[in-house]
């Protein structure tokens, strides 16, 4: 007996009884739909990731206060560390570590923010001109803060584009003076308008002189510096100047961090990528659920067509003409589900960031090629058992089932 | 043509072992029309299942065309059955969800020929039933006799050279029962051998040689060539 017999014999049976079909493939459908859904999800996200954190400029070195023996990782800033990060580190730096193109120092924070009578609490920044370079935010009317307003420690004050819209309206804000953290600072620019990254929206923080910052925040340390190289080959030269300045500096001692986009970079794609893998499992474990189904319904299917296998058999159908029909059936539903879990699990993933733009996904064909081999492999592993009890059925009590 | 020699049918139910069949031995011709006659119970049915190789016997031995069966595997026996045998059951036993067309052609499936062939090989047989223009109808549009001319046309369709009929008239009018008897006689005077088990003394009567079972043996055996 042909392929396309057996094909066309298991596909009436399923044909015939649609409604059963259907609640079989639905497990499939659901179980491939979720792997596919997660799995771009997952990858949506690292791909995310990756961009926001390359695009933040090229590569960055982040050198935090305080020692951690682990690589990678996150720090809180500064708790109780022995030797502080200082202005005067930043500055060292600029100077001394001539691979080093900036090394901007960081403090920031939120505070309370007003104007006339209205405030809120935002997320402020300390930093310098530098800022504007190694970040990629830029500012759009005034000007941005300047090395003269660090040095005199001004009170100035630059709007993220949120923060201005929403106290000033389409009002001038430049020159207006607003209150923030109970001292008075004039305001000297906006800044581009930049949307969201990494959950932070950028418009909505505001930005000052360090020194300033480090009155506000009454501290006398910094709570990083971000530092850039202009060639991804001198990184690793750029990490040992940066050691050989700061632990002069500090007393012989290497009690600060640097981390690298790069090692930042592959920390959240590996956390990423273990998430997506465990989101997959739970999905796959769906798909098994859905095989189970597979199952059972053939175990109802062979039964209920035991009289069907007796004549067929009695009319000269081997073993294997028999395994074959059911081994297809089953294998047709599990390919069918799958083909059809493909479809709305990728039709969905790319819809989903169109409503929810927090989720961003990205749909790969490794995913759709292996939830569909996956979903095909399920049809055989459940089909196997309910097809070979067909076939092993003698063909006089099966004729004799009624 | 067939051979069955000291054959016993023994089924084990719960320990108990029951004798079905004792020691029955027969030989058949090529081209015979044969009734198998006997009370219910008798072993009729499992004597014809063992002629249509459906069913293995306990001890004894079974030659087909000269080939002992008790040897052959499985594949061996379904491809006997799909070439050299054809079926005929009380019960008619289609396959519901086909068309009487397609029924025709199941075992035609199995021996390989083409979808294009079967069609045109399957259709001369339901004219010859009488069944042409009800090639398209599932089973349950048909009658008891119509389904019975069917499961015929189907036993036919591979020109085997032995019919074997289980009470074919068992679930049929007289009438009916009657057209199915003639085109039984017919295909014996084409060349076919043909057994029919029947109750019914009018159907053996036309039977050249009639074989009584009782119990599970062979108790008369008249007709012989
Ligand atoms: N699978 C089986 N297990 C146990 N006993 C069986 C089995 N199949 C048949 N028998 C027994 O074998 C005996 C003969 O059965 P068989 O079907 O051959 O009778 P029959 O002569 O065809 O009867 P009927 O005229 O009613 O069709 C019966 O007693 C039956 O109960
Ligand atoms: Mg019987």
Same mark, same amino acid.
């Given at each position: ?402 | ?24 031995? %027969? !030989?058949?011709?090529?081209?015979? =029309? &044969?009734?198998?006659?006997? *009370?219910?119970?008798?072993? +009729?049915?499992?004597? @014809? ?51 009487? %067309? !397609?029924?025709?052609?199941?075992? =035609? &499936?199995?021996?390989?020929? *083409?979808?294009?062939?079967? +069609?045109?090989?399957? @259709? ?102």
């Amino acid at each position: 007996m042909n392929f396309l017999e057996t094909f066309r014999v298991a596909f009436e049976a399923i044909v015939s009884n649609k409604v059963r079909s259907g609640l079989t493939m639905l497990g499939v459908i659901i179980g491939v739909m979720a792997v596919i859904l997660l799995v771009s999800i997952g990858a949506g996200a690292q791909a995310y990731i990756t961009k926001e954190l390359t695009g933040m400029g090229t590569n960055l070195l982040v050198i935090t206060p305080g020692k951690t023996s682990m690589r990678g990782g996150f720090h809180p800033p500064s708790a109780g560390t022995v030797r502080k990060l200082t202005y005067d580190d930043s500055q060292a730096l600029r100077r001394r570590a001539w691979l080093l193109t900036d090394a901007v120092p960081l403090v920031f924070g939120t505070g309370k923010l007003k104007y006339r009578n209205m405030g809120r609490d935002i997320m402020i920044i300390g930093t310098t001109p530098e800022f504007q370079r190694v970040r990629n935010l830029f500012v759009d009317t005034g000007s941005y803060i300047s090395q003269g307003d660090v040095d005199s420690k001004s009170k100035v004050v630059v709007l993220g584009t949120k923060v201005k819209e929403e106290l000033f309206g389409s009002e001038n804000a430049l020159g207006k003076v607003v209150v923030l953290s109970d001292a008075r600072y004039r305001v000297v620019g906006v800044m581009q308008k930049k949307g969201t990254s990494l959950g932070m929206d950028i418009d909505d923080i505001v930005y000052i002189p360090v020194t300033s910052g480090q009155e506000l925040f009454d501290t006398d340390s910094l709570f990083e510096i971000i530092a850039s190289t202009p060639r991804a080959e001198d990184v690793d030269r750029a990490i040992a100047q940066i050691k050989d300045v700061l632990i002069k500096r500090h007393a012989h001692k290497e009690d600060f961090t640097i981390q690298t986009q790069g090692a930042m970079l592959e920390t959240m794609n590996t956390i990423l990528g273990v998430l997506t893998a465990v989101l997959g499992g739970i999905a796959g474990i769906s798909l098994l659920v859905g095989g189970i189904g597979i199952m059972n319904i053939m175990l109802v299917s062979v039964r209920e067509r035991t009289r069907e296998i007796g004549i067929r058999k009695a009319l000269g159908a081997r073993n294997s003409d028999i395994l074959a029909q059911f081994m297809i059936e089953a294998i047709t539903l599990s390919g069918a589900g799958g083909v059809i879990g493909i479809i709305l699990g990728v039709g969905l993933a790319l819809v989903i960031p169109v409503f929810v733009d927090v989720l961003p996904t990205s749909v790969s064909l490794w995913s759709i090629l292996m939830a569909f081999f996956f979903s095909a492999a399920v049809g055989i592993f459940f089909g196997v058992y309910p097809a070979r009890k067909a076939s092993l059925q003698d063909p006089i009590q099966a004729l004799r089932w009624e | 043509m067939l051979e069955l020699s000291h054959i016993t049918k023994i089924y084990r139910m719960g320990g108990v072992d029951i004798t079905v069949l004792s020691d029955v031995s %027969l !030989k058949v011709q090529p081209g015979e =029309l &044969i009734a198998i006659m006997g *009370p219910s119970g008798s072993g +009729k049915s499992t004597i @014809m299942n063992m002629l249509g190789c459906l069913d293995r016997p306990t001890s004894g031995s079974y030659r087909f065309e000269g080939r002992e069966i008790s040897s052959m595997t499985d594949d061996e026996l379904a491809s006997i059955r799909n070439v050299k045998i054809g079926f005929v059951f009380q019960t008619f036993n289609l396959l519901p969800r086909f068309s009487a %067309l !397609k029924n025709v052609e199941v075992p =035609l &499936i199995y021996s390989g020929v *083409p979808a294009r062939l079967r +069609k045109e090989r399957a @259709m001369p047989l339901l004219q010859q039933v009488g069944l042409f223009e009800r090639m398209d109808h599932k089973p349950t549009e048909l009658s008891g006799g119509q389904q019975q001319r069917v499961a015929i046309a189907r036993a036919l369709v591979n020109h085997p050279p032995l019919l074997l009929a289980d009470e074919p008239t068992g679930n049929l009018d007289s009438r009916s029962g009657e057209e199915i008897l003639k085109i039984l006689i017919g295909l014996n005077q084409q060349g076919v051998t043909v057994i029919i088990v029947t109750h019914d003394q009018t159907v053996a009567a036309r039977c050249k040689r009639i074989i009584s079972v009782k119990d599970g043996q062979i108790i008369d055996d008249r007709g012989q060539p």
